[in-house]
């Protein structure tokens, strides 16, 4: 029998926390054989990515690994970081959910990409560049010569995440840790990424670990599946029989994560709460010695939309599409032109002072409750923080009725609302702002990407609020994603962005099942990379093993 290349025995791993001591990891065995995939799945918190952060000795200055975590035979807990960089960033490598924040803003690709091939490989600086213009070769950065000499902020998400890619193919390892690699990248992106890194796998003949809460990447791509919950693997085995018939009541909850079913139509006679008409946005980049106008993009292109009571209209595309931009130029929050029509109101006369007594009746929930959501003040606060603005008169004891009201309404503890933000998990953060939103009693509700960045199970969740706080106020929704399961699961009309424009529109069933463009099916067929196999024939790609 091979020999796995990589051995976890009884691998516990704990943290002091000001509550004491938390048990994050409870004695876990996994193997990992060489040239395969295997995947570790669970939600938020149930302790994959610090299994693999004990493995590569990167935990928390507060926590520590016990137990047996062998590499080709060679127990690696309890060495001293000085031994341990003998194997990780050579033998072990690791690539992070985030590349921007794991991308040193200071310094160019060109010398973090160096670095581990000066420091683990021993070559000369000028041997390393060499070799830096061949790894961003190997993982399809056009003119490598060139894009060495940018800085991560240069270059685009997915550019980035290659170049992450590059940085722990730097010394072919044996072993590639894929945390969360692809979740906050366009659907097209990541299908790339994945391809990408299947490409790599049978080229250079590595084992990778993929860290995921997205099932459907899994199913596609691993060999193997271990399924964690709170620091446990409940279920493991060969991917396509675990899916097929999982034992554990957890891996079957995962696995009918999917937001399924569609949303009640809007009544015939409902009336239109927003109607837009050929709206434009145009940006100018400043450059040169003296600030004149050094290029000119037109970020949305003549859009137009209309979203009547209990309505949603779904805003689909790759970044830079212009959704976002346009989600914002609707609700005058940057300048544009055109036409938009709120109720009997013309938007685009309105300075910013007739805006405001509208505000409440316009707003906005964004991708990223963590960093819209005030460190410094308590989730109460935070929910009615609006009312002090279009309900001073009324009292602090009616506020706290009012959140205590608003936090039932989105499914939270009332008691919970004296927390603060950092004591919620990323999907309760996301009902506070859900909750900061619905306490004004809106009319219409742009919601930005408000599920991207949580696990499938809370995804789900969030999507069903959505519906039954649509249902019961008559709310009309503008749902910007790149998610296109989310998307179709909670629209009635879809358009499709590209470029500033609208390239398609219709009906969910129009678009999912009779899309028109090649570009509207570019993107379905990327989408499905995170779906049920059987409702996307043909997509299913190659699994990532040789």
């Given at each position: 029998?091979?020999?796995?290349?990589?051995?976890?025995r009884?691998?516990?791993?704990?943290?002091?926390?000001?509550?004491?001591?938390l048990?994050?990891?409870k004695?876990?065995?996994?193997?990992?054989?060489?040239?395969?995939?295997?995947?570790?799945?669970?939600?938020?918190?149930?302790?994959?990515?610090?299994?693999?952060?004990?493995?590569?000795?990167?935990?928390?200055?507060?926590?520590?690994?016990?137990?047996?975590?062998?590499y080709?035979?060679?127990?690696?807990?309890?060495?001293?970081?000085?031994?341990?960089?003998?194997?990780?960033?050579?033998?072990?490598?690791?690539?992070?959910?985030?590349?921007?924040?794991?991308?040193?803003?200071?310094?160019?690709?060109?010398?973090?990409?160096?670095?581990?091939?000066?420091?683990?490989?021993?070559?000369?600086?000028?041997?390393?560049?060499?070799?830096?213009?061949?790894?961003?070769?190997?993982?399809?950065?056009?003119?490598?010569?060139r894009?060495?000499?940018?800085?991560p902020?240069?270059?685009?998400?997915?550019?980035?995440?290659?170049?992450?890619?590059?940085?722990?193919?730097?010394?072919?390892?044996?072993?590639?840790?894929?945390?969360?690699?692809?979740?906050?990248?366009d659907?097209?992106?990541?299908?790339q990424?994945?391809?990408?890194?299947?490409?790599?796998?049978?080229?250079?003949?590595?084992?990778i670990?993929?860290?995921?809460?997205?099932?459907g990447?899994?199913?596609?791509f691993?060999?193997?599946?271990?399924?964690?919950k709170?620091?446990?693997v409940?279920e493991?085995?060969?991917?396509?029989?675990?899916?097929?018939?999982?034992?554990?009541?957890?891996?079957?909850?995962?696995?009918?994560?999917?937001?399924?079913?569609?949303?009640?139509?809007?009544?015939?006679d409902?009336?239109?709460?927003?109607?837009a008409?050929?709206v434009?946005?145009?940006?100018?980049t400043?450059?040169?010695?003296?600030?004149?106008?050094?290029?000119?993009?037109?970020?949305?292109?003549?859009?137009?939309l209309?979203?009547?009571?209990?309505e949603?209209?779904?805003?689909v595309?790759?970044?830079?599409?212009?959704?976002?931009?346009?989600?914002?130029a609707?609700l005058?929050?940057?300048?544009a032109?055109?036409?938009?029509?709120?109720?009997?109101?013309?938007l685009?006369?309105?300075?910013?002072?007739?805006?405001?007594?509208?505000?409440?009746?316009?707003?906005?929930?964004?991708?990223?409750?963590?960093?819209?959501?005030?460190?410094?003040?308590?989730?109460?606060?935070?929910?009615?923080e609006?009312?002090?603005?279009?309900?001073p008169?009324?009292?602090?004891k009616?506020?706290?009725?009012?959140?205590?009201?608003a936090?039932?309404?989105?499914?939270?503890?009332?008691?919970?609302?004296?927390?603060?933000?950092?004591?919620?998990?990323?999907?309760?953060r996301?009902?506070?702002?859900?909750?900061?939103?619905?306490?004004?009693?809106?009319?219409?509700?742009?919601?930005?990407?408000?599920?991207?960045?949580?696990?499938?199970?809370?995804?789900k969740?969030?999507?069903?609020?959505?519906?039954?706080?649509?249902?019961?106020?008559?709310?009309a929704?503008?749902f910007i994603?790149h998610?296109l399961?989310?998307?179709?699961?909670?629209?009635?009309?879809?358009?499709?962005?590209?470029?500033?424009?609208?390239?398609e529109?219709?009906?969910?069933e129009?678009?999912?099942?009779?899309?028109?463009?090649?570009?509207?099916r570019?993107?379905?067929?990327?989408?499905?990379?995170?779906?049920?196999?059987?409702?996307a024939?043909?997509?299913?790609?190659?699994?990532?093993?040789?």
């Open positions: 029998m091979t020999q796995p290349v990589l051995a976890v009884n691998l516990n791993v704990r943290f002091r926390t000001g509550d004491g001591i048990h994050a990891v004695g876990i065995d996994l193997d990992i054989n060489p040239g395969e995939t295997v995947a570790i799945v669970g939600e938020s918190g149930s302790g994959k990515s610090q299994t693999m952060m004990s493995v590569m000795g990167l935990l928390a200055s507060n926590g520590w690994a016990e137990g047996s975590v062998k080709r035979g060679d127990e690696l807990i309890g060495l001293p970081p000085a031994k341990l960089n003998d194997y990780r960033g050579s033998k072990l490598t690791m690539i992070f959910q985030e590349p921007m924040t794991s991308l040193d803003p200071l310094y160019r690709i060109g010398h973090q990409l160096a670095l581990p091939l000066t420091t683990h490989g021993g070559m000369s600086k000028s041997a390393a560049r060499k070799r830096a213009i061949e790894l961003l070769e190997l993982v399809r950065i056009p003119d490598p010569q894009r060495i000499d940018s800085y902020h240069e270059m685009s998400g997915g550019q980035r995440q290659r170049v992450m890619i590059a940085m722990a193919l730097a010394n072919n390892p044996d072993v590639l840790i894929a945390d969360e690699p692809t979740t906050a990248l659907v097209t992106v990541q299908a990424i994945l391809e990408l890194l299947a490409d790599l796998q049978k080229r250079l003949g590595m084992s670990v993929f860290i995921t809460h997205d099932l990447v899994v199913r596609r691993a060999d193997r599946t271990y399924v964690m709170t620091g446990e409940v493991s085995g060969e991917t396509e029989a675990l899916f097929s018939a999982p034992k554990h009541p957890y891996t079957k909850m995962l696995i009918d994560a999917e937001p399924r079913g569609r949303k009640e139509p809007p009544p015939a409902a009336r239109v709460v927003l109607d008409r050929n434009e946005v145009t940006f100018n400043k450059g040169g010695l003296f600030g004149g106008v050094k290029h000119t993009l037109k970020a949305v292109d003549g859009v137009s209309s979203v009547r009571a209990g949603t209209v779904g805003v595309g790759e970044s830079g599409s212009g959704k976002s931009t346009l989600g914002r609707i005058r929050l940057l300048p032109s055109g036409h938009v029509r709120f109720e009997d109101r013309n685009m006369p309105l300075d910013r002072s007739a805006m405001r007594p509208l505000r409440r009746h316009l707003q906005l929930v964004f991708q990223d409750p963590f960093g819209s959501l005030s460190p410094r003040m308590t989730a109460g606060e935070i929910v009615t609006g009312l002090l603005v279009h309900d008169s009324i009292s602090r009616d506020r706290d009725r009012r959140a205590a009201q936090f039932e309404e989105v499914r939270l503890n009332p008691s919970w609302r004296n927390r603060f933000p950092h004591e919620f998990s990323g999907g309760q996301q009902r506070i702002a859900i909750a900061r939103a619905m306490i004004l009693h809106p009319k219409l509700v742009v919601l930005d990407e408000p599920t991207s960045a949580l696990d499938r199970s809370v995804q969740e969030i999507v069903d609020l959505l519906r039954d706080l649509q249902k019961a106020h008559g709310l929704y503008v994603s998610d399961a989310v998307v179709r699961a909670l629209s009635d009309e879809i358009m499709v962005m590209k470029s500033g424009r609208v390239v529109r219709g009906t969910a129009e678009i999912f099942h009779h899309p028109r463009e090649t570009y509207t570019d993107l379905i067929a990327a989408a499905f990379l995170n779906a049920d196999p059987d409702e024939p043909g997509t299913r790609h190659a699994p990532l093993a040789s």
